[in-house]
C-alpha cells in the first residue's frame, strides 16, 4: 500500500459532510391515539379542541416547520384519537434530527405532547410515542402542568418521493409548509452549502463541532426507548450548533477562542462517554439523562452567543469567562453521576449472573476520570497544590495503559485514582474554607504524586523501546507495583488527614456549642478553624462535581 505524500499538505473540503447531504422526505401522518384529556371534565373545552402535528427539520437553507391540518378529536374515529392521513414533504439533511410536536388550539396554541428523533429512524418505524411537554407557557390558560397529563402515540410512515412528486409537491394541498427564516435573519448571511478550502489545521479546528453534530443524534437514537422527554433539548442542542458552525465556516467569529473550545470538548467528551455506557447503566441514570441534556442545551446557548452575538448586545455579556468554566464544570458532574451507579442498582447488578457484562468498561472509566479531574484542574486556580495533584492524577489516567499491559494493574491504578478524586471532592465542599491543615495535607499529596509522576514517566519512556520492553519487562512489573503502594499510601495519607481533621474541627465545635448552650443558652456558629488571613476558599465552580 502506497502512503500519503508528505512534500505537500493534503487540502480538504470542509462544510458539506456536517449532517450529510440536503434530501426531501415525504412523511405520511395517519393518526394519534391515546390523547391526552386537556379540559379537567369540562366536555365543552375538550369538544373544541383541534389536534394538528409540527414538524421541525434542519437545513442547508432554512428552518423546515410542517404542520397537517387541524382536526377534531373523536372525528372519524373514537373519542382520545385523531385521524389527519396527511401527506407533507419536508427538506431536511441526512443525519439530521427532526422535532415532533402536537400541539392544540384548546388554549390558542399549546404544545401537548412531543419527541425527537434521527431521520433515518423514520423510514423504519411506524409509530413514535410522543411524551408530555416538559413545561408551560405562563401565558396559556393553563396555570400549571396537569398533574395526570400522560403520553400519546402517534402513526405515521416515512419515504423518498418520486420523481413526479419532487416536481409536484409544491403545488399539493395537503402540504403545509412553513419556511421560517429566523436563524437566517438573525445571522444575517445566507446558509448556501458550499465548500471551504482548508488544510489539516482547519480540520482540527472543526473536528469537534462534527462530533457533536453527530453524537447527538447517535445519543437519540440509543436512548429512544426510554422515552425520558428531555431529549427534545438534543434538537435544540443540534440547531444551534450546525448554524453557529456555518457561521464559523463563514469568517463570522474568530476560528480559536480558548473558553469556547474548553466548553466544546466538553461537550464532546460528555456525549461521548456517555453514548458508549451500557444501556442498562443509562436506564438507571434518566433523571441524570434529563438534566445532561439541559445543561447540554445551555453550553449550546453560550457557544451560539459567543459566536453570533456583538459586544453590544446583552447576550454577549452573559458569556463571562467563569459562565463556560461553570457549564464544563457541570457536565462533568453529570457524567458522573450517569456513570456510576446508585447504591440500589449496584446491589442488583452484582447479584445478577450477567453482571459482569454490563459493567462499565475500564475506557469508558478512564474517560469519566479525566472529565472529573480536568474539571477540578479547571475550577482550582485559587489553590494551586490542589490543581497540581489533580493534573498530576490526570497524568497517571492517562498513561497507565502505556507503563503496563497488565489490565489487573491498569485497573488497580483507575481504582486508586477514583479514590482519591472522591477524597478530593468531599473534602473540598462548596462554600467551605480549607484550614491550614488541610492546606497542609492537600500540599503533600501534590508532591507525592509529582515524584510518582517522574517514576512513571521512566518506566513509560523504557517501554516506548521494544528492546527494554521486553528484556525489562519483570523489573517494569515490579517497580510499577511498587508505584502503585506508593499512591496507595499517599491516598491513605490524606484521608487519614482529612479525617482527623474533620474528626478534631467536630470535636471542637461540639465542646464550643455544648459550652455556650449550657451558660448563655444560644447557639453561635463561629469560625473555630483558624484566621481568617489564613483560610483558603473553595471555589464556587468545582461545587459541580460534588456527589448529590
Given amino acids: 500500500m502506497v502512503g500519503p505524500s508528505n512534500s505537500v499538505p493534503q487540502i480538504a473540503d470542509v462544510g458539506n459532510d456536517a449532517l450529510g447531504k440536503d434530501m426531501r422526505i415525504r412523511i405520511h401522518v395517519e393518526g394519534c391515539r391515546g390523547l391526552p384529556q386537556l379540559g379537567y371534565g369540562c366536555d365543552q373545552l375538550d369538544d373544541l379542541a383541534l389536534f394538528f402535528v409540527r414538524f421541525r427539520t434542519i437545513s442547508y437553507y ?8 387541524p382536526v377534531l378529536e373523536g372525528m372519524k374515529s373514537l373519542r382520545g384519537t385523531v385521524q389527519w392521513n396527511d401527506d407533507l414533504y419536508l427538506d431536511c439533511l441526512e443525519h439530521s434530527l427532526v422535532n415532533i410536536v402536537l400541539c392544540t388550539t384548546l388554549f390558542g396554541e399549546y404544545n401537548v405532547c412531543g419527541a425527537c428523533i434521527p431521520v433515518r429512524d423514520l423510514f423504519t418505524v411506524g409509530k413514535v410515542p410522543l411524551t408530555p411537554e416538559l413545561y408551560c407557557d405562563p401565558a396559556f390558560k393553563l396555570r400549571r402542568k396537569p398533574p395526570d397529563l400522560t403520553g400519546c402515540t402517534l402513526f405515521l410512515s416515512a419515504s ?22 429566523r436563524m437566517r435573519a438573525r445571522n444575517q448571511y445566507p446558509l448556501q452549502p458550499r465548500l471551504i478550502r482548508g488544510g489539516p489545521e482547519l480540520l482540527q479546528i472543526m473536528d469537534p463541532w462534527h462530533t457533536v453534530l453527530g453524537t447527538v443524534s447517535d445519543l437519540v437514537h440509543n436512548i429512544g426507548p426510554l422515552k425520558i422527554g428531555g431529549d427534545r433539548d438534543a434538537f435544540i442542542v443540534q440547531e444551534g450548533m450546525f448554524y453557529s458552525y456555518y457561521a464559523l465556516l463563514h469568517d463570522r467569529a474568530p476560528i ?43 453550553s449550546a446557548r453560550y457557544v451560539t452567543w459567543n459566536i453570533h452575538e456583538t459586544p453590544s448586545t446583552p447576550e454577549f455579556h452573559r458569556v463571562s469567562a467563569a459562565t463556560f468554566d461553570d457549564t464544563g464544570s457541570a457536565l462533568a458532574r453529570i457524567v458522573w453521576l450517569i456513570a456510576t451507579p446508585s447504591p440500589a442498582s449496584a446491589i442488583a447488578a452484582s447479584t445478577s449472573p450477567s453482571a459482569n457484562k454490563r459493567a462499565t468498561s475500564a475506557s469508558i472509566a478512564k474517560d469519566t476520570i479525566i472529565l472529573v479531574l480536568e474539571a477540578i484542574a479547571q475550577s482550582t486556580d485559587a489553590f494551586p497544590p490542589l490543581k497540581s495533584a489533580a493534573s ?55 508532591r507525592d504524586v509529582t515524584e510518582l509522576n517522574q517514576d512513571l514517566e521512566d518506566i513509560v519512556k523504557e517501554r516506548k523501546s521494544r528492546f527494554k520492553r521486553y528484556f525489562s519487562a519483570k523489573r517494569h512489573r515490579e ?67 460534588e456527589e448529590t
Fill in 160 to 181: 423518498l418521493p418520486s420523481d413526479g412528486e419532487l416536481l409536484c409537491k409544491d403545488d399539493s394541498p395537503k402540504r403545509s409548509i412553513r419556511r421560517t427564516a
Fill in 256 to 298: 480559536r477562542h480558548t473558553k469556547r473550545d474548553f466548553l466544546l470538548m466538553s461537550m464532546v467528551t460528555t456525549l461521548e462517554t456517555i453514548l458508549r455506557l451500557p444501556y442498562a447503566c443509562l436506564k438507571n441514570g434518566q433523571e441524570h439523562l434529563r438534566v445532561a441534556f439541559d445543561a447540554l442545551n445551555l
Fill in 62 to 69: 432554512d428552518d423546515i416547520e410542517g404542520e397537517t391540518k
Fill in 479 to 545: 517497580e510499577l507495583k511498587d508505584v502503585i503502594w506508593q499512591l496507595d499510601n499517599a491516598r491513605m495519607n490524606y484521608m487519614t488527614a482529612v479525617a482527623t481533621l474533620n474528626a478534631t474541627t467536630s470535636a471542637r465545635i461540639l465542646a464550643h456549642v455544648q459550652a455556650i448552650s449550657l451558660v448563655m443558652g444560644v447557639n453561635p456558629t463561629p469560625s473555630l478553624l483558624g484566621p481568617r488571613r489564613n483560610l483558603v476558599t473553595f471555589p464556587s465552580g468545582t461545587s459541580r462535581i
Fill in 392 to 446: 498530576g492524577l490526570m497524568f497517571f489516567v492517562t498513561y497507565a495503559e502505556m507503563a503496563s499491559s497488565s489490565k489487573k494493574q491498569i485497573r488497580d491504578i483507575y481504582r486508586r485514582i477514583d479514590d482519591l478524586a472522591v477524597s478530593l471532592q468531599r473534602g473540598t465542599a462548596h462554600g467551605e474554607p480549607i484550614s491550614p491543615a488541610h492546606q497542609d495535607a492537600i500540599e503533600t499529596l501534590a
